[in-house]
């Protein structure tokens, strides 16, 4: 089956810098990558995602890219805010479907103001 | 809409008890899954369901039960709970292009 590998699994930066990232995954049929950022105790939210058809992807500060010859995709925030602290999940799934996701195991993001 | 809703939100048993974890959403959505969350292991799979009717298992199926006999629901099951079962649940419902999680049911086995 797949499996996700995500590093780091803290990140600390101050407001205004930019935080990366990365996973890995390791099986090559994976074609949807999401990310996830989840506040203590709430549920995980969709931030971006990035189907396999594409090399990169943007959103106002959020931008996702994808190398699928090396197997892996890094989440990339611009311009940090005390707001964007949480814990960010990637995931992986075959055949398109976001229904069977495989997680990596999270980044705490700390962004000190 | 009401989006996905769970219930409980919070659940304790004892070993050996059963119980359903309750899962519903109102966006007419075909594809529903249920994952468990456990400090440093990220979300793991524990079932899916692409319709009513049709279910399958994830990457951690060995102790829950589903079922879908409405497009609506979605409930697991815990046959005979164990202390390793003890989690944060989330179930997720999707129409194909975002999956949407429900707010969670802690759970706590002793």
């Known amino acids: 089956g797949e499996n996700v590998e995500q590093h780091p699994s803290t990140l600390s930066v101050q407001e205004g810098d930019s935080a990366v990232i990365k996973c890995t995954y390791s099986?090559?049929?994976?074609?949807?990558f999401p990310w996830y950022k989840q506040e203590l105790g709430k549920r995980p939210q969709l931030i971006i995602d990035?189907?396999?058809?594409?090399g990169e992807k943007k959103d106002q500060r959020i931008a996702v890219t994808l190398n699928k010859t090396a197997k892996h995709f890094s989440l990339h925030i611009t311009e940090t805010q005390p707001e964007d602290s949480a814990v960010y999940f990637c995931a992986a799934s075959s055949g398109g479907s976001n229904y069977k996701l495989t997680f990596g195991k999270g980044t705490l993001l700390t962004v000190n103001p | 809409n009401a989006g996905v809703t769970q219930t409980p939100k919070f659940q304790v048993l004892k070993t050996g008890q059963s119980m359903t974890l309750q899962c519903a959403q109102d966006?007419?959505?075909?594809?529903m899954s249920w994952y468990r969350q456990d400090p440093g292991m990220g979300l793991r799979l524990i079932h899916y369901s692409v319709g009513a009717g049709i279910t399958d298992q994830g990457e951690v199926p060995n102790g829950y039960n589903v079922s879908r006999s409405t497009t609506e629901d979605f409930p697991l099951r815990l046959l005979s709970a164990a202390p390793s079962q003890t989690s944060v649940y989330f179930c997720?419902?999707?129409?194909?292009?975002?999956?949407?999680f429900g707010p969670g049911t802690r759970l706590t086995v002793l």
């Open positions: 099986d090559s049929a994976s074609n949807y």
């Open positions: 990035i189907r396999s058809n594409v």
């Open positions: 997720a419902s999707s129409d194909g292009n975002e999956q949407f």
């Open positions: 966006m007419n959505h075909e594809y």
